[in-house]
């Protein structure tokens, strides 16, 4: 009875050790709301003032407070950490707000987010800048990036939708409204098809014109032509889709012109410069264009070839220069994107604001991406590892540049959106001479295999 006894004793805490550790490799966002939250908590609460004093964010007192301190009790006057506010869980960390001390800056609390994250034993400490004097300290429990899962609250509207998740686990939003056209680079196996995948489902369920270029017998975009307005699969289909493409931008323009030439007299809200400020029953439907695999449209054997490639990359240059305030937007992917392809290649990436990099094969594909905009990001994507597709570091024009990684979406599931959301499609005369074929989908009979005979004696 005694050796029961003790093996439930020990059994028990070993038991638990075993279920936590398991728990924490399998189900990082359980562990983190039963075990490790309540753990970091206390460690923020117990060790805030002398953290904040080793890491050099505290400041002398002010005088009146160290002369009451000193004639009030005679101790030693002790710099003052900044003003912590309510530490806020969430399912993947904590959220607390500092109130910075006066000659503080929001960069020396981010210069010390290393040693904070060691301190309390976290994944990783973001640092936000929230107001003037005011700083959000995003703790991240655990990393969300090797079992990625979206956010479950994450407002979406027209063009503006989420695609995958930041390292600080908030999610990240492809907005066409703010970034028009986007560069999305990597190699194969890197998910840069999932990206695209996930992209292309988001928008199927939006009023969005949808028009695909895969020179690639449209391997990649042809499962999603229920929800196609337009699908060029080589580039002579491309070089027929483009020419169209132009001429509805310029039929746009011609209304926006329109509507400009008013009578005077009229209210400045309806002089407008774009489709947006057109009237909602006048405003053509958005239009996103995918290009897939995007060297094939420059790759040449012949002269007679060259001279196609020339006048489709210039009408892809006259789409990305124009195209915004006509409601045309761009998302061109590939594996590399570099002034060796040709002519005007240089001119058209300078066009793409937003970049996104996944895994590629050398570090000069990488400057390609990310060189011109961010060029501390490119040893990010250089550091992609082979067993993390999905994985890519993203950039803007400011400079700044995270990681993110796209939740996995099946082939099947996708295509299958895109016939439930098929109706959805905007009426496009223009584009009609385009649209791909969409084979019927099989119906079962329900009637059975064998016909039933009567029963004789």
Same mark, same amino acid.
């Given at each position: ?185 990597? @190699? ?71 509507? #400009? ?32 695999? %995007?060297?094939?449209?420059?790759? %040449? ?11 489709? %990359? ?20 590939? #594996?590399?994107?570099? @002034? ?10 300078? #066009? ?106």
């Amino acid at each position: 009875m005694t050796d029961l006894v003790t093996l439930a004793e020990l059994g028990g805490p070993l038991a638990a050790i075993g279920g936590a550790a398991y728990a924490r490799h399998a189900y990082p966002s359980a562990y983190w709301s039963t075990v490790g939250m309540p753990v970091s908590v206390a460690r923020l609460l117990a060790s805030y003032t002398s953290t904040m004093d080793a890491c050099g964010l505290t400041v002398p007192p002010p005088r009146w407070r160290a002369l009451a301190v000193k004639a009030a009790t005679r101790r030693e006057v002790r710099p003052v950490p900044p003003r912590r506010g309510l530490i806020r869980p969430t399912s993947t960390g904590l959220r607390v707000r500092l109130r910075l001390a006066p000659g503080q800056e929001p960069a020396d609390v981010a210069a010390s987010a290393e040693r904070l994250r060691h301190a309390w034993g976290v994944h990783a400490v973001y640092v936000r800048d929230v107001k003037p004097g005011v700083v959000e300290l995003r703790l991240v429990g655990f990393d969300v990036l090797r079992k990625v899962r979206m956010p479950r609250r994450v407002a979406d509207d027209l063009l503006r939708v989420p695609v995958a998740v930041r390292e600080d686990a908030t999610a990240f939003v492809r907005d066409y409204r703010t970034v028009p056209h986007e560069l999305v680079l990597g @190699a194969t196996l890197s998910g840069k098809s999932m990206f695209l995948r996930n992209l292309l489902t988001r928008l199927a369920t939006q009023p969005v014109v949808l028009v695909g270029i895969d020179c690639k017998r449209g391997v990649e975009l042809a499962p999603f032509a229920a929800r196609l307005s337009a699908l060029a699969t080589d580039p002579n289909q491309a070089a027929e889709l483009l020419p169209a493409l132009v001429k509805e931008m310029e039929d746009r323009y011609d209304l926006i012109k329109a509507r #400009q030439g008013i009578a005077p007299g009229t209210p400045e809200e309806l002089i407008t410069s774009d489709i947006w400020g057109l009237p909602e029953d006048e405003r053509p439907a958005p239009i996103v264009l995918f290009i897939d695999e %995007v060297a094939e449209l420059f790759l %040449v054997a012949t002269r007679k070839e060259e001279e196609r490639r020339d006048e489709m %990359v210039t009408q892809l240059i006259r789409l990305a220069q124009l195209g915004r305030a006509a409601g045309i937007y761009l998302e061109v992917c590939g #594996q590399r994107f570099g @002034a060796e392809l040709g002519k005007g290649a240089t001119m058209l990436r300078a #066009q793409l604001t937003g970049r996104v990099c996944h895994r590629v094969n050398d570090e000069a594909s990488a400057k390609m991406a990310l060189g011109d905009i961010a060029p501390e990001a490119v040893y990010g994507a250089c550091a992609i590892p082979a067993e993390l597709p999905g994985l890519a570091v993203v950039g803007d024009t400011s400079g700044g540049w995270s990681r993110i990684r796209t939740p996995y979406l099946s082939l099947a599931d996708a295509a299958a959106t895109c016939r439930a959301t098929a109706h959805l499609a905007p009426d496009l005369p223009a584009l009609a001479p385009f649209r791909p074929y969409v084979p019927p989908v099989p119906v079962e009979d329900s009637r059975p295999v064998a016909t039933p005979q009567p029963v004789t004696e």
